[in-house]
């Protein structure tokens, strides 16, 4: 529990300090994204483009598909892949998948949805981290745990920042269902603390 907290704490930190905090949100906005898209996949849309945005936010251009389920899908995604991250980082032997999973979903969500220099630049950042910890291997666990951590903890807060903004996937959905987007915020954030609390209680 005590390097649940401490990797969870340290997450935290870090989104408010400038400029060091970016690799870490473009990398919550790639999963974010990503789960915008494999949804639209899976429900029979098509994905145009993503895109990822130098102060860490991102977008996934698509049609098709359930709206109201794909524009859903982003947040839980990204605790979703914490949580996977975050379950690797406890077994050294999990980097001898872990890590070529990540490059193979990095490279293939760069063949098939990025279109623009800036996004490449982001992502080939991203993979120059994986790559570091994959050299590093268990060495580097603690620095997974902290990635991990920061998906976990931007899944959690990242929804909040939606209250009160007439925009975002809150209003997205506000317009395809008639719910109030506050609805959808409090139901993204138990998701988030609900995925917390687990990391943090399980042994």
């Given at each position: 529990m005590k390097r649940s907290l401490l990797a969870l704490f340290a997450a935290i930190f870090l989104q408010f300090i400038p400029v060091v905090n970016l690799p870490f949100l473009w990398f919550t906005a790639l999963f974010h994204e990503l789960g915008h898209g494999l949804v639209t996949m899976l429900t029979g849309g098509q994905v145009h483009q993503l895109v990822l945005y130098g102060n860490g936010s991102g977008r996934c251009f698509s049609s098709g598909g359930w709206p109201v389920l794909i524009a859903f899908a982003g947040y839980p995604a990204a605790s979703l892949c914490g949580l996977l991250l975050w379950q690797g980082a406890k077994r050294a032997s999990a980097y001898r998948w872990l890590c070529p999973l990540l490059v193979a979903a990095l490279?293939?969500?760069?063949?098939?949805?990025?279109?623009?220099?800036?996004?490449?630049?982001?992502?080939?950042?991203?993979?120059?981290?994986?790559?570091?910890?994959?050299?590093?291997?268990?060495?580097?666990?603690?620095?997974?745990?902290?990635?991990?951590?920061?998906?976990?903890?931007?899944?959690?807060?990242?929804?909040?920042?939606?209250?009160?903004?007439?925009?975002?996937?809150?209003?997205?959905?506000?317009?395809?269902?008639?719910?109030?987007?506050?609805?959808?915020?409090?139901?993204?954030?138990?998701?988030?603390?609900?995925?917390?609390?687990?990391?943090?209680?399980?042994?």
């Open positions: 490279l293939s969500v760069t063949f098939l949805w990025v279109r623009d220099w800036l996004t490449i630049l982001l992502i080939s950042v991203l993979l120059l981290v994986v790559a570091m910890l994959w050299r590093v291997a268990a060495k580097g666990q603690w620095l997974w745990a902290l990635m991990a951590a920061t998906l976990l903890v931007n899944a959690l807060l990242s929804p909040l920042q939606l209250l009160g903004y007439a925009g975002g996937d809150g209003h997205l959905l506000y317009e395809l269902t008639a719910i109030p987007s506050f609805i959808f915020v409090m139901i993204w954030v138990f998701i988030g603390l609900s995925t917390v609390v687990w990391i943090v209680t399980r042994r």
